[in-house]
């Protein structure tokens, strides 16, 4: 390999810096942005990434604090008119806020920065990294209200109410416990196993027909609780993912009375899968009379299968 002159120096350089802006290019195309505050010139300069989570046209010339801090929303914005206290505070280092961009639209905004000293030893510029988390916030959001809204259906209705991925398997063996009551092994239907011996069969035929149609699952069988078998309904719906697959199942498991059992026809005709949007546990609220859940599994003691 030849000796490197100034000019291959150079080359090799330049090199290295288109790939290094392709790089940044390509990551902040999903969702991050850069941004500069100069303290002691109180200018403020970003990346089109950034920009791009603000919502506006990236004009490098018109960038201020005064035009991102009127993008902030109102109630998360920091004091940018003492940087001294910004810099002592750390609130820059970490935070999460809501931008308000042009169009109306909200969006959350996950940001890391770091103080940067000049050769002197004053701080001289904060620099850091944004990341647009509006997508997690919202998933988030969505996984309390649907926690808390199980959690309400089971105290009104004293049901048990369970969940299975795609192929009616349990994985995660502590949700199962947490949601059933029901210990030891589940997976590989080993939760069949609080399953009296005889109704075994029909909970896993119940199970392939409810695959192979894509329809509700249904079954009566009895259940070990405590010292005794009990008899039990299961009912579940598959939930659609995004492209029309079946993503999981959403179910109940209640005790079986004559009241319940003459509300409750397991024969009937099948309603199609829910839609993402319409994960509800419907199942619950559709059952049946709130009076005739009351003689239900007990919380402590209760075992389940679906």
Known sequence: MGRLDATNVMTLGAIESQGSDESLELIEAHGVGTWTWL????????SPGMSRILGIEHLPQQQSLEQYEKLVH?????????????????????REYRVLRPN????????????IHSRDGRPERLVGVAFDVTETRQALVALNQRDGLTGALRELFDVVIWTTDA????RDEIQWWQETGQRGRVDNWNRLGVVHPDDRQKVRDAWEQALRNRR????ACRVMVGDRYIPVISRASAVLGRHGAIDSWIGFTVRQDANFA???????????PLLPGQVRARAAISAGRP????NTLACRSRQCVG
């Open 39 to 46: 303290l002691d010139a109180g200018e403020v300069i970003w």
């Open 74 to 94: 109102p109630d998360d914005r920091p004091d940018f008119s003492n940087p001294s206290r910004a810099v002592a505070s750390a609130i820059m280092n970490d």
């Open 104 to 115: 109306g639209e909200m969006r959350w905004v996950r940001s890391y920065g770091r103080l």
């Open 167 to 170: 192929d009616g398997q349990v």
């Open 216 to 219: 509700r699952y249904a079954v």
């Open 262 to 272: 003459a509300g409750l026809d397991l024969a009937r005709e099948e309603t199609p």
């Open 291 to 294: 009076n005739s859940w009351r």
